[in-house]
């Protein structure tokens, strides 16, 4: 069985799990790929309902509960905590950076599906994290490379860490997938479309393994390693018949 049959499987015990006692059931944190997954399954769990969050709107890293009010007769949250991590003395601190403050939280013997997305703002880190794992980070985490850090849970949502966009306009030959990449992203064609055929790009969530997809307003772009944009509209067409398009960059 490989890993695309495994996670399938999985998704299906947690359904029936949902199903048969009545209650929510949810997965760890699910990556790009893990999710992508799920999407192409999940009209297989209407019978059950799901939802998908990380913790607030446009998180990467999600968890897919299984079940429904309707269907259990109460609601529940999802088990995600934020917790927010700075420096006890910023004009002291080191550069830190989104690896840094993973690979402090992984090196407390953490698996990686605890850990939801992470936001670095000025030094400071917003993690999403199963609540079964937040008050051991809380109690274990002191220092992020040289510095020494405080923990703590947030109750609410600030508004530094929301996904923040910018708006550009770029000309490419065609809307396809592989052409628009390669501009927003600066690259070669060809390695647009190795990051295609890689695995490394997803639409609306769901990997693309063919560039000559043509996108659409409001479809979202991720790929991997590089970043994330939103597909906008197409604003007419240069002399030699390029396309205008707006996009939205996540930053």
Known sequence: ???????????????????????????????????????????????????????????????VRFGSAESCGYEESFPIELLHIRPLQKKFSDKLTHRDFLGTIIGLGLERSKIGDIVVRDNEAYVFVSDSVSDYIIESMTRVKHTSVRVDKCTDIPEEISHKTVEESIIVSSNRLDAVIAKVYNMSRDTAVRCISEGRVFINGREMTGNAKSLKAGDIVSVRGSGKFIFGSEGGTTRKDKLYINIKRYI
Not at 31 to 51: A, I, Q
Request: with cysteine.
């Open 1 to 63: 069985m490989n890993s695309g049959e495994m996670i399938n499987k999985r998704f299906e015990e947690l359904a029936e799990r949902a199903y048969s006692e009545n209650r929510f059931v949810f997965t760890d944190f699910l990556d790009m790929s893990g999710l992508s997954s799920f999407y192409e399954v999940e009209r297989d769990f209407s019978y059950v309902g799901t939802t998908v969050s990380g913790g607030t709107e446009g998180c990467e890293r999600c968890m």
